[in-house]
């Protein structure tokens, strides 16, 4: 173990995520049956299995265009146990809140959860308050949500399927979230609004549950789809190709990316999944992607590719081959 | 809704906490299926039930006399699914960490951690870590653990099978945790060493599985013996009584509480709890209490009273009888 404090990378979910896991968590967890490499883990309960997840939500400010932290906690977490092939029925949530967050605030939190509850038919049926004493001036309401869920397809959407040649369909754009909240903290595209994608991923995969050749499914969160490829290639060895031209891009978000001097492949997302589908059912999947409201702009980006190197390689629009490799320090502080 | 702001009472466990819940929570949360009368949620599924918690963990200073922040972590959810007649199975952990935070600390907590998952027969099978910014000079880990357990009783211990005449059984002394926190924190006690209580309660309940007569069970955690009686009166409507005498309390926490003007009735607990148990088998399940290594000084201290008002009265050792009210204000902050 040669972390000697923790930063911020620490909780990137990048290099420093990994570090922090390999180091310190893993060796300490892994006969306990942590399974870090799912969004949610598997267990089997008689004939039925469960999937079944935490994740906290961290966001400044608490409202953003396009959600907040409340639809946050709620769909966070349900993403988690829909991108594994399960039907999300259960949560519980634990609030951390600092001495002075004002209760108009809370309850607006509160109500956006309902709202966000009610809408993917979940139920929330076990929660937990501590309050924590603010220091320095911010105050903050942390949420950690956890989640049941039962699995609905033959197989779970995991790593151990992936195979070379496997063909990767991105559900839609990419970039919204983070700059939908690095907007709303510092004031800026007061006439070029950008709203978080923020979204249950549920309904649109559910179409997908009786299709044999979807073999892993995967929200881009913290990362970005930088991030997560760079855990695909990780998680099989396999490496992966991306394709620029096909990976869509709102223009807003490009144009804002170019400004400031972000990469839009490592952009936060919270409504958007990656999926890695038998090269045989690609169109098909993309076909039924395409149908439903959240997945009209899927495109199929890249493929797994045969090199048995596990690194990510972008085919850019004009021509060239690049590396994109894991993102590591930083990224964006308090963003999901 | 007429919290302005968030106190540190809020947090408490005790009448704070309940008008938060009352205020702000279950305005939103009642239609969502929260349980809040339990410490853990009863889903059913197929022909099991499961049983399904979150709690927040919050310790300052993270290592203290007899437990620390990790034992607590995994004990605390375990316990509040052994308290509903469940045996715990599965816990997701998701930890919020300050920037700055010692590795060593984190992975000294990850090692407790550890420990009491394996010597408790638990899985800790999912997990979330986020990193905040420091604030003032109070370094954090913040611990939320839910859990999943499948009810081993053929009815759960929870409020509803609570009757009138029902006697009241404490497994054993009250008081040790808070007075050890506090004396890590304070550096009070040198001569005479307090530790925490912190323990699983699952193999001191297993036995009592098969008992159709224990009606309820709760562990004495946050507002202590005084406010869970207050909950259970209020959840019930039925009067609380309880035998000063009877109670179960160390020398050395009673000495300290009266130099340092505490009521051990509201110390906070973690390896404690309390049943009400149909008055023909008390004595049957006193006796099996007994005879585990927890339960070794449990107490039949008091009964469930046939009056109809929900308020709990201490019969004291001097004869006379006192209200004990509902704890109000923050006790003592950042225990467990």
Request: some cysteine; charged content about 15%; overall charge negative.
């Amino acid at each position: 173990m040669n972390i000697e404090f923790i930063q911020l990378a620490h909780g990137s979910g990048g290099s420093g995520t990994a570090k922090l896991i390999q180091q310190i968590f893993l060796p300490h967890f892994h006969e306990l049956g942590l399974q870090p490499e799912n969004d949610a883990a598997l267990l089997s309960l008689g004939s039925k299995t469960l999937a079944f997840t935490i994740d906290g939500f961290v966001v400044e400010p608490p409202f953003f265009p396009g959600g907040d932290l409340g639809s946050l906690a709620i769909n966070g977490t349900i993403n988690d146990l829909a991108v594994m092939g399960a039907k999300p029925l259960w949560l519980a949530c634990g609030f951390i809140i600092s001495v002075g967050v004002a209760g108009t605030v809370l309850d607006r939190i509160a109500a956006s959860m309902q709202e966000a509850a009610i809408a993917a038919g979940v139920q929330l049926v076990a929660g937990d308050t501590k309050v924590i004493e603010s220091q320095g001036k911010s105050l903050q309401i942390l949420i950690t949500t956890a989640g049941i869920g039962i699995l609905q397809t033959e197989k779970p959407w995991h790593t151990p399927r992936v195979r070379c040649g496997d063909q990767l369909i991105l559900s839609g754009t990419i970039g919204e979230h983070t700059l939908a909240v690095l907007g709303a903290r510092q004031g800026w595209f007061q006439d070029d609004r950008i709203t978080s994608d923020c979204a249950n991923l549920y309904p649109m995969l559910e179409p997908l549950h009786s299709l044999p050749d979807i073999h892993w499914v995967r929200d881009l969160t913290r990362g970005g789809l930088g991030g997560v490829c760079n855990e695909l290639a990780q998680a099989t060895g396999y490496g992966v190709e991306l394709y620029e031209a096909e990976i869509p891009i709102d223009r807003s978000v490009r144009g804002w990316c170019e400004i400031l001097g972000y990469d839009p492949l490592y952009l936060a997302n919270e409504g958007k999944a990656l999926l890695a589908v038998d090269r045989r059912a690609a169109a098909h999947v993309l076909g039924e992607l395409q149908k439903t409201a959240l997945g009209r702009h899927a495109s199929l980006v890249g493929e797994i590719s045969s090199q048995q190197q596990p690194l990510v390689i972008l085919n850019t629009s004009v021509g060239g081959r690049r590396l994109v490799p894991a993102p590591t320090g930083e990224l964006f502080p308090r963003i999901c």
